[in-house]
């Protein structure tokens, strides 16, 4: 079995938030338009996700705002060293107004109230995009794993990180057969539609559909969580 459950965004406490204040909106639900954004914006988290929001809203025509808790930019993560450098300079091109070492302290009516070495400063917004990271979904791998010999985790359900790193944990847990790479064998019956004989011993194991996991067994096909 294999589990590629994703991850889910890490949304931080926002303990001083006063009625009124700007809408709070995750990376995803911002770039999928789920809810309307406002002119000026703040994404907060300057990490690779966190300055391609920046960027990409600002050429959308909003007036953007970036806050990082540490004192650079993309300093965690794989981002390799020519995407850094191009984001960079492309902050730069559209002005996206950038705060390092800074905290949220507030979040009132006005807008945002950051906290740093320099003191406090308040960035009037409409929106707050939160770009904080993401952590692993894992909730159906807590009952697969016990359940079944041979489950693996990939993904960003093993780790956040990229697509590379998706294709690569993929490749790394499909089975192989006689030496043979698996994508050189016959589709199994749950990969190809038919239906699993009595016996027999699946070659392809796995399908996800929203919160179901689907597996073939030697007596027919099965469905878990």
């Not at 945002?112 to 409409?126: W, Y």
């Not at 392809?204 to 996991?213: D, L």
């Amino acid at each position: 079995v294999v589990v590629a459950t994703g991850s889910l965004p890490l949304v931080p406490p926002l303990e001083r938030r006063q009625e009124g204040a700007p809408e709070v909106l995750t990376a995803k639900e911002a770039l999928r338009g789920e809810r309307p954004l406002g002119r000026r914006l703040v994404v907060l988290g300057g990490g690779f996700v966190g300055c391609e929001l920046a960027v990409w809203f600002t050429q959308q025509g909003h007036e953007v705002g970036l806050v990082e808790v540490r004192e650079g930019l993309m300093t965690t993560g794989d981002v390799p060293h020519p995407n850094r450098i191009m984001l960079l300079d492309l902050l730069t091109f559209h002005r996206v107004g950038v705060w390092t070492g800074a905290r949220l302290s507030l979040l009132a009516p006005e807008g945002a109230t950051i906290q740093s070495a320099d003191g406090e400063r308040l960035l009037p917004c409409d929106t707050l995009v939160l770009a904080t990271g993401y952590r692993s979904d894992r909730g159906i791998w807590q009952e697969v794993s016990g359940a079944f010999p041979e489950a693996y985790l990939v993904g960003d359900a093993l780790r956040p990180a990229n697509v590379q790193h998706a294709v690569w944990t993929a490749y790394e847990a499909a089975p192989r057969t006689d030496g043979r790479d698996v994508l050189d064998q016959p589709l199994g019956p749950l990969a190809s539609g038919e239906a699993a004989k009595p016996g027999a011993q699946p070659s392809a194991t796995f399908a996800a559909t929203g919160a179901r996991v689907l597996f073939a067994l030697p007596n027919g096909l099965s469905a878990f969580g």
